[in-house]
């Protein structure tokens, strides 16, 4: 087979997959869109490779608008006309090379583009402030001086780190005041405080440094500095390579910001205290742009990309002593402790919208590989459903417990929209099978409209056992007199299931303090995956993987943290009991209670 008949083999197969996933129609009619099939941001393809093609044969075109999808091997490009884009293809469609192994880039016209550029819908975080410029490139190549990188001594697995003034301790996110360092704070800093003040930041001297090393594809998760013991204001200076630092908000706001190379943050009032913030571990940072719609200035998140450098960042802190006297409770350490048994509904719905569904829409394709076939025990409950009978998924997750069943009416509630595309094509040819966006807490579905449901991993999930119970309730309100119901949650005892791992369990240091992480008061600890449960209610972490063509990459691209409520043996039962069920067998599998009760 020569070059040519090759090529045209591998595109016409690329063709058939683009349309096929993404309903882009690929065409032998030279038009302004074409697609590069082999190169994309998964293969590391940058802009500038693309430019430098146009300029290495000095064509006469201008620069096309680069399209990239995170996790895709394809990638496009927009001309300006169409005489540009067939000038490129010309030139280069089999002929430049995909990648270091010498592939040939190949290159199909398309009918259109994807249009992943988003909106961002909201202003900074009050209180904070974005100094670009704040140093010159010759006091950053001073301070990048400073600090000498002695990989041995460093005490984090991700990054390199050194402290002054005193250690931050990331496991509990403080300092301990009474081990003081002996390295100080430079004297190359004092210019800093000298401009702050000039610009009217009268901020005072800090007395903590952190400096972290970041090389490109390491990052930090989301979170807050911890409020007592640092004062209200915290200073980050960044060296090097610019990034895209995410905020969220326990209201479920995300705001992307770029942080240039050379500028300071300033971090106060909300930004400080109500907002988490963290850098997600990619090689790369979305371009983002502000531009004026309609009078109006706005943030957009484009779908070009820019590739990180080496970043070093200095964040400067003011240590104090005692409690927070803030206003922002949600993230606070200092408010009253609060029992997870004894949760406010508002502070119980904060914490599910920031470590349930945030989480959820964040994970949903990931998690959907991990979830391909129903538990043994659900198959076996589903195909006692006898024929006509209208059967509630509350929770469904992908969709992987609706049968392949046409004699019976299946109905999949999923409050994660991601979660929910991935049910739609899992029932994609099932009749009498749908899905649906609900809220277990809020459904709008008539009462007594099932004869059957089924709600599998989803109770553990709600913080408060109010809102557990109220989650049981809804199951009872929905069946039909003389319904059943099988409800599964995930047990606090892991002995008897393949979950734990040995190697971990035995490399696990009870000696080490917990990382916990405090929302409104609630103290949670993050467990160690693979490990026995120490706690009913904690904080477990998901390895994000990217998903590309449905294959999984072999590093994770962040660490998320999902709430979930353990639960002791019999504790669903009772549960179920108090919502006025009858309790028809209870049982343990694979490390999860599982109820199957019956409306009376």
Known sequence: MNDESKSLRK??????????????????????????????????????????????KKLNIPLPKFITEKGESHSFLVFPTCDDCKIFYDTYNGKAKADENGTPLYMNFVETVPNTE??????????????????????EKIFLKLFDWNPESNNLKNRLVRHYG????????????????????????????KRLSELGYDVGVPDQLTVNKYQPGQGIPSHVDKHSPFEDTILSLSLGSDVVMDWKHHSGKYIPVLIPSRSLLVMQDEARYDWQHGIQPRTWDPVIENRSENGKNIKVITSDTKQRQTRISLTFRW???GPCQCKYKTLCDSVEKVSPDNLEDKLASNLEE?????????????????????????VQFMEGVVSGSVVLDLGCGNGKNILRRNDIVQIAGERSSGLLAECKEHIRGISGADC????????????????VVICIAVIHHFSSPARRLQSIA???????????????????????????LKSKQDQLNETEPETQVTVGGVNLPVHENRTQFKHQDLLVPWKLRKVNENKLSSQPDNTLLRYYHVFEENELDELCKEANFTIEDSFYEEGNWCVVCKKK
Do not use: M
């Not at 082999?38 to 293969?43: E, I, S, V």
């Open 436 to 451: 649906v966006r609900l809220d277990l807490l809020n459904t709008t579905l008539r009462e007594e409209t099932a004869d």
């Open 474 to 500: 809804t199951i009872y309100r929905l069946l039909r007199k003389g319904g059943r119901a099988l409800i599964t949650v995930w047990a606090k005892d892991q002995t008897k299931s393949n979950y734990l």
């Open 354 to 378: 920031l470590h349930v569904h945030q989480v959820y829409e964040q994970i949903a394709g990931h998690f959907s590989t991990t979830r391909h076939k129903p538990w043994p025990k659900v």
């Open 11 to 56: 595109r016409k197969r690329f063709a058939a997959r683009l349309k096929s996933s993404k309903g882009i129609v690929c065409t032998e009619t030279p038009g302004k869109y074409l697609v590069l099939c082999n190169a994309g941001q998964a293969t590391g393809l940058e802009k500038d490779y693309i430019f430098g093609l146009i300029q290495e």
């Open 166 to 193: 005193y250690e931050f301790r990331y496991g509990s996110n403080d300092v301990d005041l009474n081990n003081p360092l002996i390295d100080k704070i430079p004297n190359e800093c004092d210019i800093l405080w």
């Open 118 to 139: 988003v909106i961002c819908q909201h202003e900074n975080p009050k209180g904070l402030h974005l100094l670009n410029n704040f140093i010159t490139t010759e006091d």
């Open 319 to 321: 240590t104090r002593s």
